[in-house]
């Protein structure tokens, strides 16, 4: 199978007639929706389901997905994550880069001492953070170019101008 890129995950049954919350980890919220078919991961197995409508409802989407019809099949779903395959995502422009092909690179300094592995990205509001892995848990600022000067796919590393002591 293609690869998977995580893009949020089910929340739990809206109504009695199927509809699901969702978690959308994209930016708008509702970028989501423009994604079909969704591959939904439950109990280890990935199954799609195309996304037959949805909507922005209070601080979250609600989506209702082909053969899921009552309260009891949507609470199933419950808690399973959504992905969809990266040939469904647009290319990007030379310099940026989905959140999805930074986690695991190694991140190092510009003078060569490593700092451990990216965990994860956090958004914060102000700006996104970079959760690193190493000797200790570090939050490092994404400021591009001033903080994050490198980031280089091929070879697993993205290097920022940090004291690795802080």
Do not use: C
Not at 9 to 18: D, L, M, Q, T
Not at 131 to 142: A, Q, S
């Amino acid at each position: 199978m293609e690869d998977r890129i995580g893009m949020g995950r089910i929340g739990g049954a809206f109504g009695v007639r199927g509809w699901l919350k969702v978690r959308s980890d994209t930016q708008p919220p509702e970028a989501l929706l423009e994604y079909s078919p969704w591959q939904v991961q439950q109990g280890g197995m990935w199954r799609t389901y195309d996304v037959i409508e949805g909507s922005m409802h209070r601080k979250g989407l609600v989506v209702r997905l082909a053969g899921v019809t009552d309260r009891e099949q949507a609470e199933l779903l419950y808690g399973a994550d959504i992905a969809v395959t990266r040939s469904q995502l647009e290319s990007l422009p030379a310099g940026e880069y989905y959140w999805a092909d930074l986690i695991g690179l190694r991140v190092m300094t510009t003078h060569g001492v490593e700092l451990g592995e990216l965990e994860k990205l956090i958004e914060t509001g102000a700006n996104d953070v970079l959760v690193v892995h190493g000797d200790r848990e570090r939050l490092i600022p994404y400021l591009r170019p001033d903080v994050v000067t490198e980031i280089d796919l091929a070879a697993g590393v993205l290097r920022v101008d940090w004291d690795p002591e802080f």
